[in-house]
């Protein structure tokens, strides 16, 4: 068995190895960007969920960039956050051009903190990517907190004491509000508005709130912007379902829509594609067909909203392969240096940028199998 064993590591060497010589043989040594890595991720058991969506993140520059600045900052505790940066680092500091990394270390961490992907079974790429992105945003800020909370200790020792309470605590107020905000936030945060508007008196409510990607839901044969314009359709309150309007001190018919107030560095657009079927009791997939397009313009957004003629590029797309959320695999395609390159866990392959449209998804119901875009991350120009 341990010989049999080591026979499929050596094949599976042997094989990352010609993919590898093989990709940096069709960019061209010419043309291979200076100091770009084209790495793949072993599999640790499913993990390609994790993978689809680190590769991805890697390649959201921004990102990367602030990941690689936090690992040359002071050595901290190991948390996820000091994971993925040593995994960044990894990456972008390798000899070689292209090959495989095992993200070991960043798994392991993982499976330490969230019981959730402490097993061996297929996750939601979606549900990672947003724990992965809450839990570095909350390491930030605690680490902030700290600093904030030793910088004060040191005013506290060095002050005169007695009559500036209340100007002390109005600054710690707006460090408080600082702190709030961390690189995660400048770069993938934007802020939605609910508007209400009473029909009896026209009077206009809104309520904001923030978000790290948006969930749209799908339909067949349509278009990214089609489902964001779904997204903030006007919806009648009626009946049963009424508002409460402060204005008319009753319950009134009203209409209710959400626009996008801020737009963010980077739009992550998550594709609601697993639906719960009550006959069947269970999610199943939809594979409509979704175009999303290289170039995007929200035309969803709030009339005071700050950046409204934002123009984003595609950057990157995990890509469900299967029929259902627990089944199937995730693969991820990603724009770099005006190429695009398919990972598929350790293997990388160049592709064609026509080639997208093969994860758009499919035209006819009947088959539920398919390869279709569900994460999608469009970084802005400016």
């Known amino acids: 068995m341990e010989i049999l064993m080591t026979v499929r590591k050596i094949a599976s060497i042997c094989t990352m190895g010609a993919n590898a010589s093989a990709l940096e043989k069709e960019i061209g040594p010419e043309q291979f960007p200076v100091n770009e890595h084209y790495f793949g991720l072993v599999n640790f058991g499913n993990t390609c969920y994790c993978n689809s969506v680190l590769q991805a993140l890697y390649f959201c520059r921004p990102f990367r960039e602030k990941v690689l600045a936090y690992k040359i900052q002071p050595r901290r505790k190991e948390s996820l956050l000091t994971c993925l940066a040593d995994l960044f680092n990894s990456i972008a500091t390798q000899k070689k051009k292209v090959g495989v990394i095992p993200p070991k270390k960043f798994i392991s961490r993982l499976r330490k903190e969230n019981e959730l992907f402490d097993n061996y079974m297929q996750q ?74 009473c029909l009896n008196c026209e009077a206009v409510s809104s309520k904001d709130e923030d978000f790290l990607d948006l969930s749209v839901d799908v339909e067949q044969n349509t278009s990214i912007t089609h489902c964001l314009r779904g997204f903030s359709n006007t919806e009648t309150l009626c009946s049963e379902y009424k508002y409460y309007c402060e204005q008319c001190r009753s319950k009134q018919e009203a209409q209710k829509r959400m626009r996008v107030k801020k737009l963010p560095m980077i739009l992550a657009l998550h594709l609601k594609r697993f639906k719960y079927m009550d006959q069947i009791h269970r999610y199943t997939k939809l594979s409509y ?39 199937g695999h995730y693969i991820t395609i990603v724009k770099s240096h005006g190429f695009w390159l398919l990972f598929d866990d350790d293997i990388v392959e160049k592709i064609d940028a026509q080639a997208i449209e093969e994860f758009y998804g499919l035209t006819s119901d009947i088959s539920k199998n398919s390869e279709s875009g569900y994460i999608l991350f469009y970084q802005s120009r400016d």
């Open 124 to 197: 939601d790429a979606h549900e990672f990517l947003n724990y992965l992105l809450n839990t570095i945003a909350d390491l930030l800020q605690e680490e902030k907190s700290q600093e904030r909370q030793q910088n004060g200790k040191v005013v506290q020792n060095g002050g005169s004491g007695g009559g500036g309470g209340s100007g002390s605590s109005t600054g710690e107020g707006e460090m408080e509000e600082k702190t709030q905000q961390t690189w995660v936030h400048e770069i993938f945060q934007g802020t939605l508005t609910n508007e209400t508007r």
């Open 289 to 327: 067909r979704v175009v999303f397009p290289l170039e995007l313009r929200l035309f969803n957004t709030s009339g005071d909203a700050t950046n409204p003629d934002r123009l984003y590029d595609l950057v990157a797309v995990v890509v469900h392969c299967g029929s259902g959320p627990n089944r």
